[in-house]
């Protein structure tokens, strides 16, 4: 292989820089912060367009379908033309989808500014996974994520907060407008620190048959689709969380707008100590060892609340949901270091279809918490345990895998031995036809 642009210093070496980390993380987090920032204006929302809060979840699961498919395209060009322009591009589109919301005066004008927006959030998303992938290998990887998700869960965890006050203040639109600066200021930030990530030579050729036979490839490849399905259904309880808050803690436990916001942001602190905990912990006892963990505790804190979802009170469902929160914030980072470590030459694709699962695992997850004919508690409760175990089902066998091997790394073998000992640098084996990539015209 060719001499890469970014090989120096080496990938597995690589720092996390604040200005990348800035970057990587408000990518990651944009659509998560577009859809937070406007869930304690519901009510506001629907008074003004005289619709229902069934009608309104059209907000969510229009946005999580063109998020999902969105980003299937977008991960091929990444590979083929380079991160710089669909970023750049993505944030755009981002920044009109978010003024055509502002602007809209009916519903269904509204949730095409949503599928707008979601077409732009979903470049962000799948290129922050690739150019974290394009920058760092092994633990090095699995740290930046782990970081990255720790900085990107301040914008949707404190957003519900800020979406309370801008529309108690202002109205609902204004938060919009908000979003669309964040996009602009993200594009901003891009040009200025960090430019082109994925080198020329690394690019791979761009034909509708090959990309369907790599997704194809991809898809079948259990290192994975295993643990890329694993996290795909914990995320999915995450969105699925945001989408049934509102019913749970406003309608059934009585908290206002502003309550409600103070309670998401109060899970950043729990996202913050296992984004915190995950790399160090891993770096131990092995990347695959706590990601089963992390699910382990996820379905505890599902469990929980279920035991307490016929009559939730707040202190039962806050537990209930940091335990979840907290199993999930083991799992996401090293499950997606595992899953795209394996895959560097074709990082946005396999970023695309890691997002793809994530968001079709969302929308499917909200929409049964939405319709399912119970309380929203009692709702949530069934879509997170029912997620929890089919993904300890998944990830099972990635944690079995070649157990002995891996004491502390990533793969089959030890990526670090975490006794103080040499590092050994672990670079996972390609199937040949993943590894080459389409064959040029």
Known sequence: MSARSIANPAPSERRLTGGTLFLLAGLA?????????????????????????????????????????????????SDRFGRKWLVLGGLAVFATG???????????????????????????????????????????????????????????GFSPLLGSILSGLFGWRITFLVVAVFGVALALHYVARMGESHPVDRRTPLRLAAVASAY??????????????????????????????????????????????????????????????????????GQRAIGMIGLFIALAGSIAMFAFAAAPTFSTFTIAIALYLFGMGLINP????????????????????????????AAIGASFASTLPFPPSVSLAVVLTAGSVLALLFFLPVALRQRQAEPGGLGGVPESTGRGRGRQIYRSSRPLALQRGPTPS
Not at 56 to 72: D, K, V
Not at 223 to 249: E, K, N, Q, T
Not at 256 to 263: D, R
């Open 29 to 77: 987090a944009l659509g998560a912060l577009a859809t937070n920032i406007i869930l304690p204006a519901f009510p506001r929302m629907g008074a003004e367009l005289a619709v229902s809060s069934a009608e309104l979840g059209l907000l969510l699961s229009s946005f999580f379908l063109a998020f999902a498919l969105g980003q299937l395209v977008v991960g091929p060009l």
């Open 98 to 156: 978010s003024v055509v919301c502002a602007l809209a005066g009916t519903l269904p004008v509204l949730v095409l500014g949503r599928v707008i927006q979601a077409l732009g959030a979903c470049a962000a998303s799948v290129l922050s996974r690739a150019i974290a992938r394009d920058l760092f290998d092994g633990e090095a990887l699995g740290r930046a994520l782990a970081r990255t998700m720790i900085a990107g869960a301040v914008a949707p």
């Open 216 to 285: 194809g490839r991809l898809a079948a490849d259990t290192r994975f689709l295993l643990p890329a399905l694993a996290v795909s259904l914990v995320i999915g309880g995450l969105y699925s969380f945001f989408a049934a808050a509102p019913g749970v803690l406003m309608n059934e436990l009585g908290l206002s707008a502003v309550q409600l916001g103070l309670s998401f942001a109060a899970t950043v602190l729990v996202v913050f100590l296992a984004g915190f905990l995950a790399p160090r912990l891993a770096h131990c006892r």
């Open 334 to 361: 090293l499950g997606t270091a595992i899953a795209l470590t394996p895959f560097g030459r074709q990082a946005g694709l396999a970023s695309a279809l890691l997002g793809f699962l994530q968001m079709g695992c």
